[in-house]
């Protein structure tokens, strides 16, 4: 099992940076794809990108591509979100998830979570 905590959360103005980390504990974090999603009030939770074993190789949505970087650090079993240029519509709980599988994009292939940070921003 891994366990995680996000952290970095808070309130930034449209345009703006944040950092969000994810901290791991238990079994070898590099034995996991890590991914970061997102829940907006009354919206599902989406996927907002993922990052390999070896944090070689990223996906991103759409919508964060160009803004966006995840990246992370086996050693220190951290995973980092970094937010630049952020939009209000980027207003969400930001959660970061753990898969055992090689390529996952789905909630449903995550089974380790954290308890999420909020990103609000505003316009």
């Known amino acids: 099992q891994v366990q995680l905590e996000e952290s970095g959360g808070g309130l930034v103005q449209a345009g703006g940076s944040l950092r969000l980390s994810c901290a791991a504990s238990?079994?070898?974090?590099?034995?996991?794809?890590m991914a970061w999603f997102r829940q907006a009030p009354g919206k599902e939770r989406d996927l907002v990108g993922t990052?390999?074993?070896?944090?070689?190789?990223?996906y991103y949505r759409e919508s964060v591509k160009g803004r966006f970087t995840i990246s992370r650090d086996n050693a220190e079993k951290t995973m980092y979100l970094y937010m630049n240029n952020v939009k209000p519509e980027d207003t969400a709980l930001y959660y970061c998830?753990?898969?055992?599988?090689?390529?996952?994009?789905?909630?449903?292939?995550?089974?380790?979570w954290g308890q999420g940070t909020q990103v609000t921003v505003s316009s």
């Open positions: 238990g079994r070898t974090f590099s034995a996991y794809t």
């Open positions: 998830a753990a898969s055992i599988l090689g390529s996952a994009r789905l909630p449903g292939e995550y089974a380790y």
């Open positions: 990052i390999t074993r070896d944090g070689y190789n990223t």
